[in-house]
Nanobody
Framework: VQLQASGGGLVQAGASLRLSCVAS?????MAWFRQNPKKEREFVAA????????HYADSVKGRFTISRDNANNTATLQMDNLVPEDTAVYYC??????????????????WGQGTQVTVSS
């Protein structure tokens, strides 16, 4: 499985960005993680294959929305009201089995290359 992430950029605080992750196939949960140089990679959001079950990190609840378009093997992360603390490289990931904890990095077998998001104050 190959994942291709896109949509990052440089924006001001309060702005929005939409990240997209296109997979070569997508029959399992997909998620977004992020990492900045000062922190370890952290969980951001995840969605089950159907998209009906979603999880969010507390820091992004109410601002970010993850969605699935399985017809196009795509997971999208809509990011609104961005703050400088959201600055990071964002990675999409896909699991290869069902029933795992979708907030854990170890649950994902496939990773995209990352896309930079920079939020200026």
């Amino acid at each position: 499985v190959q994942l291709q992430a896109s949509g990052g950029g440089l924006v001001q605080a309060g702005a929005s960005l939409r990240l997209s992750c296109v997979a070569s196939s997508s029959k399992y949960a997909m998620a977004w993680f992020r990492q900045n140089p000062k922190k370890e990679r952290e969980f951001v959001a995840a969605a089950s294959w159907s998209g009906y079950t979603t999880h969010y990190a507390d820091s992004v609840k109410g601002r970010f929305t993850i969605s699935r378009d399985n017809a196009n093997n795509t997971a999208t992360l809509q990011m609104d009201n961005l703050v400088p603390e959201d600055t990071a490289v964002y990675y999409c990931a896909q699991a290869k089995v069902y029933g795992l904890d979708l907030t854990q990095e170890s649950s994902y077998a496939y990773w995209g290359q990352g896309t930079q998001v920079t939020v200026s104050s």
